[in-house]
């Protein structure tokens, strides 16, 4: 699996060698759980929040089936208004789930909050840039009828990495490397996958929680942030 093999080699690179066993991962945006088995089953101990509790009690059965359940818990929660005191985690993982936040500015800040200083934030996010949007618009209208998902959900939040970068300073985190999708996807992916590389419908990247301002919060780089909005509507 790309992604986990992702979170490994981030978590390998900062801690100098295996480290997914140590401390609890919050996975912001589990679904059914596919994310928290394979990490679990890497040696990591995993609480998945999502806000469909249907769709929770889908990943704790199947966390059973697997004989996952004594490593992996799951919490019905917001990304929006994560229930956690400020620095619980030393590891948030956002994957996909950035897409589908209703307000991704609230979203940053509260995974920004609830990171211990040094934690690290590794998240995947649907670029912004307008190939993309008429990528995601073409696909969005022909794939949930191909495949018979008239009910998927559609992205809601769309950011390019520089836009992205600037959300995640205004909140007290470090970007420390954006980039494209692994090479390597899924065996099936075929042309859609080379697409998505292709014209960088997704990114991966992670980020550093740095300590505490002194005083204001959010930090100022917020203000280029707000910026970067404003140009994007004129540029």
């Known amino acids: 699996m790309a992604r986990c093999d992702y979170v490994e080699a981030v978590v390998a690179r900062l801690y100098g060698g295996p480290a997914l066993g140590q401390e609890e991962i919050l996975i912001v945006g589990c679904g059914q759980g596919q994310l928290c088995e394979e990490l679990a089953r890497r040696g990591a101990i995993i609480l998945g929040l999502d806000d469909s509790p249907l769709v929770l009690e889908q990943a704790q059965r199947h966390a059973r089936e697997r004989v996952l359940g004594h490593v992996i818990a799951y919490l019905c929660g917001q990304a929006e208004a994560l229930p956690f005191a400020s620095g619980s985690f030393s ?48 696909l969005g209208e022909r ?47 075929g042309i859609l996958w080379s697409l998505c590389r292709l014209t960088r419908l997704h990114y991966l990247g992670y980020a550093v929680r740095l300590p505490a301002p002194q005083q204001g919060s959010p930090l100022r780089s917020e203000s280029r942030w707000r910026a970067s909005q404003g140009s994007k509507r004129t540029g």
Do not use: H, K
């Open 91 to 138: 590891m948030v993982v956002c994957l996909q789930e950035l897409a589908q936040v209703r307000d991704l500015r609230a979203a940053i800040a509260e995974m920004a909050r609830v990171l211990a200083p040094g934690g690290l934030l590794v998240f995947e996010a649907l670029n912004g840039s307008w190939p993309s949007r008429l990528l995601l618009s073409w």
């Open 143 to 189: 794939l949930p009828l191909a495949f018979g998902l008239e009910g998927a959900a559609r992205p809601r939040s769309l950011i390019r990495p520089r836009e992205l970068a600037f959300l995640l300073t205004a909140y007290g985190l470090q970007p420390a490397e954006i980039g494209s999708l692994p090479s390597g996807g899924p065996t099936n992916g």
